[in-house]
């Protein structure tokens, strides 16, 4: 099993007849989301996505991944929430949040286009500067404010520096199949597309074009990771709550909400896990929080941050459950060296595997915060291999969806996210919002 | 003035009366705080560390500081906790969140120390390979397990490249002044060794040698940094809420939190702020959260996030406030550039400062999240100088502790934090654990 939901550290806050009473529910929502007929059932395209995807798109990828590692020192990514949260986690999940540092034979990758920074933009115009580059910008529509601000400064930068004909080789766009000003730039400019698929919301995208071309060019194998996500998709295909670990971690995670619990803390214990909580974070709070309702989610690494947020967690006000995840099979064996000075008392550990005693720090951690009151999930993924990552990512995706639907909610719209891009815009003066933009101006 | 609290955001829904009552309480907690007739009274060096810290150790941090800068491409700073977020939070602050890609001049730093994660030391070690590099174990007791674990790693790489008389030049020691065992050993190993302070604890420690001795390597003026926090410290000795921004601050938190408020969700508008909060979560949880109270702390960076937890914020259960990090003065020119194909409708920005479009992102999110029914608190900080990063480290470390008096806590604490380490060492048998060793593996 790649992964096993492990409820032992739950089960002394939620009883069996909590469990017996919401399962109803679960399966009526994930009956719901496989038929369609849920709010939101037009946005289910990766539902099917691991197994029902454009062959010859993939086969366009690996090949334009195979000419950015040849012809490239640094590979800017340009997108923002869903472009860009998902391929992150992926090169950082599998390669290391050191990633730039420690890649051989790949291409720096950063990703631009997330934020209105100036020094940022700055600092990745300054990296590129005496390299080889290409760039892959990502939006649906092109107009998207922080990725278009982006991809004017670096397409400006590749026409300055190889030449239009020399450009169009090196931009690489992903948006929609047919409409926007993007894809009509781009048809004319001469880029190479890839797709943004009508069906698929930006935080279930990481699997589509979307994340696939960033994530093939840090070198990971993409048929594995589809792989993987095909496997979850049969997995999690088996009714009834005991057969389906994701129906049980939605039915945790809404027993809890509704017994009062606001914050969800996804838990790691490695650097390496942190993208993917930020990914994590954008799939849940995306899909739930609306209509006044949803946990809050949040993520910590430990035992970093067992010395930050630990003593909250521990001791402070009682509204919050975590969701660990557990790598079972290591992948390091670096061990605890003998010290013949014993300066901190640790001999008594020499020579054991460190990946051991930081399974233990999670075992005395999740005996410690259940006593302190904090039910704890455990997610036990089987290994750090490309192909568990992809089932994680589709476990991960049906789990929010069914869970939405349990909320009550439409678990694949963001309509709040309108909501700043409509002042912004309003106070920047744009055309047609004039009568906005002087009631916002007073209230500032 | 450095900082200016705008509570523009928070008036509608707090009122006056609601401040005017809970400023006696403020008031105080701060006299409490002043006069050390609180809990935890013993750990309030922090409060005159601005001006009243040893001058003879400050010289010997900045000398070592520059034969580290002379001797090393790589520094390794070991740590955890406050041992380890004020000095990253700092370096990246005022470099980059990408400050081992663009430092000019000063070693690459990399922080260890700071998890039980095989892959992630292995990382560290390979990064040392072929080249020159120096540490800086920072640890009071020397028995915590984290730092001592990488130390054992990191001393003995050391001298199997330069020899124990080599290695004796590259080891910097921070930790207590007399006790303990590292503090022994250094001793007699010829280590030079600088002092964690016995009255101001791990969270509170960036302005002592703790963070100093890696802020200066990074090229940081640690006196305009200090010089920065005594100016706050001047500041803010102020009485009277009505002159005191980080009594307000205070005041604006209790109430929130006694109005039901659970999460305070700390908002930057750049990368680079992104450690600030991490620093700023472990001060704020680690000091509030316990005795079954609290806020919890959580943060994010726009407008990146506003593509992930935006939704959330705005439309999702209302159990949050924010405080948003305003920083007025942009350190960064960059603008918008005209272009002629203008595939994202967007020239009617062009020429427009992208400091100015961020600052509009940040207006329209204010009025849009207010509007969306969350209480947003804005802290004006003047700029990006280290000097203004002084004086908001104190800013924060001041109304915290005010804060914590308010809550009835003893915020220089941490008591929550032994539980996980207790577990941990039970199960891994350490010797005097035997008892607990048994019941502890029976639950897992």
Known sequence: MVIRLDDKFVKPFISEEEINAIAPEIEAAAKTLREGTGKGSDMRGWLNLPENYDRAEFARIKAAAAKIKKTSDVFIVIGIGGSYLGARAVVEFLGSSRYNQLRRGTPEIYFSGCNISGSDLEELLSICEGKDFCINVISKSGTTTEPAVAFRYFRALLEKKYGTDG?????????????????????????????????????FSVLSAVGLLPIAVSG?????????????????SAEGIENNDAYKYAAIRNILYRKGKCVEILVGYEPYQQMFCEWWKQLMGESEGKDGKGLYPSSVIFSTDLHSLGQYIQSGKRTMFETVLSVENPDSNAELPYDSANIDGLNFLAGMKMSDVNKTAMNGTLLAHVDGGVPNVVIRLADRS???????IYFFEFACAVSGYVLGVNPFDQPGVEAYKKNMFALLGKPGYEEMTEQLRARL
């Open 167 to 203: 450009a169009r080789e090196r931009i690489f766009v992903t948006t929609d199949k047919a409409r926007g000003t993007l894809k009509q730039f781009s048809d004319e400019a001469g880029y190479e597309t890839f797709v943004v698929p009508d069906d698929v919301g930006g935080r």
């Open 220 to 236: 990971v194998d993409i048929d594995e990771l589809m792989g993987g996500a095909a496997d979850a998709m049969r997995v999690l």
């Open 386 to 392: 490309t192909r568990s990552l992809g089932y994680m």
